[in-house]
């Protein structure tokens, strides 16, 4: 995929997200490594549904911007993860409805804060730790990112929302939206006795 494609797709999905619903206002981020090593980004205050391919930020591994307008402050947490997971080649950081409620819930299990009962988080991201609540753009968050990175491919920040991975960034959105649905069946489920899958049936999923 060239650098152009690779905007062209980030305006693509941005503008998806936006009109689905997974993005209000000037909510979430997106980032992307690009073939040379860089990082394509939305720029701070932007609005998903109303992206310009060519003002996306573009910054080095370390932080450096190279053009484009300027990144978001969350872009620290973006180049963490990158930093810690060479597998990771998209980042999608969202405000969306189910998986922010899950993330302002207190008791949720701090290490997996998605019991299996479907397959498809557990094939498609496994466990989903929860890290702890920082004020957007905190130096922090990004610490805590740079540590689970290496082992996980999605996390929730307390009281803020996920950040989902994956190889591309076709993959973290498809990635982020099977959470987010599987978030919305947890709270349509409510205090109905649910049927979780057990160790085997997990076991066999990861295999």
Same mark, same amino acid.
């Given at each position: 995929m060239t650098e152009q494609q690779a905007r062209e797709e980030m305006v693509r999905l941005g503008v $998806?997200?936006?009109? *689905?619903?997974?993005?209000?206002g000037s909510a979430g981020n997106l980032s992307m490594r690009l073939s040379?090593?860089?990082?394509l980004a939305t720029p701070t205050g932007s609005c998903l549904?109303?992206?310009?391919?060519?003002?996306? $930020?573009?910054v080095t591994e370390q932080g450096e911007c190279l053009s484009g307008d300027k990144p978001s402050k969350e872009m620290s947490f973006h180049r963490a993860i990158y930093m810690n997971n060479p597998?990771?080649?998209?980042?999608v950081h969202l405000h969306c409805h189910y998986l922010t409620a899950l993330s302002c819930l207190q008791g949720v299990d701090r290490e997996n804060c998605i019991r299996p009962f479907?397959?498809?988080?557990?094939?498609r991201v496994g466990a989903v730790p929860v890290v702890p609540y920082y004020r957007p753009g905190d130096k922090r968050l990004a610490d805590d990112l740079a540590q689970l990175a290496p082992h996980h491919k999605a996390f929730l920040l307390a009281n803020h929302g996920p950040v989902v991975t994956g *190889?591309?960034? *076709?993959?973290?959105?498809?990635?982020?939206?099977?959470?987010?649905e599987t978030a919305r069946l947890i709270f349509t489920l409510g205090d109905r006795p649910i049927r979780y899958l057990n160790h085997?049936?997990?076991?066999?999923? *990861?295999s």
């Open positions: $998806s997200f936006f009109q *689905r619903g997974y993005a209000t040379d090593g860089t990082l549904g109303e992206l310009v391919a060519q003002r996306l $930020s573009k597998a990771c080649g998209a980042i479907t397959p498809y988080v557990v094939m *190889r591309t960034l *076709r993959e973290a959105a498809d990635n982020a939206e099977e959470l987010e085997n049936e997990v076991a066999e999923l *990861r």
